[in-house]
């Protein structure tokens, strides 16, 4: 009986180890997130000529920008998490259930969250270029771009940008 419950602790140790681990993975790859930001350019994108119109703003309507795709680490690392908390539950057939129910809903809880991490605050900018024509960009929300503010397009490497023009 001695060997048993050595061989249930090492596998719970194990189960929790993993847990972690797939937690560690969630947290980095959340952060490695793009950016919808004016002012973030990718190493790529630096030191390349662009072109730049100028504008003034006639709308701006706050939006939402959704990442694209999600890793999956939210999902495992949720899945091993609940997996590893419904090992603690019961015995026999309802530990096997707790485990395989904890390990669902942790996966979805976990696909929730990292959904939730790749959501940012944005701005829809329509902007009457100088030459009459009229754009729409759409950017974090993290430069302050108001009605009737003179602007700079800024585009050519990547993502167009809507920058304030410096007084």
């Known amino acids: 009986m001695t060997s048993l ?17 797939m937690a560690g993975v969630s947290l980095v790859s ?5 950016s919808a930001s004016a002012n973030v350019y990718s190493f790529g994108q630096a ?24 890793s999956g680490a939210g999902m495992i690392a949720g899945g091993a998490v609940g997996g590893v908390a419904g090992s ?15 390990a669902i809903l942790g996966a979805l809880a976990g696909n929730a ?4 991490v790749g959501r940012r605050d944005g701005l829809e900018i329509t902007v009457r270029l100088d030459n009459g ?6 950017q974090e929300n993290d430069v302050p771009i108001g009605m009737n503010q003179r ?14 023009i410096s007084q």
């Open 113 to 116: 969250v990292e959904d939730r």
């Open 88 to 102: 603690a539950v019961g015995g026999g057939n309802g530990r096997t259930l707790a485990i395989v129910g904890g």
């Open 133 to 138: 024509e009229i754009r729409v960009i759409a």
């Open 47 to 70: 030191q390349r000529e662009q072109v730049v119109r100028t504008g003034t703003v006639i709308g701006v309507r706050p939006i939402t920008i959704q990442s694209d795709q999600t």
């Open 151 to 164: 602007v700079q397009v800024v585009s050519g490497a990547g993502p167009t940008r809507v920058t304030p």
């Open 30 to 34: 959340g952060c490695a997130q793009p």
């Open 5 to 21: 419950n050595s061989f249930n602790h090492s596998h719970a140790v194990r189960l929790i180890a993993v847990g972690a681990l």
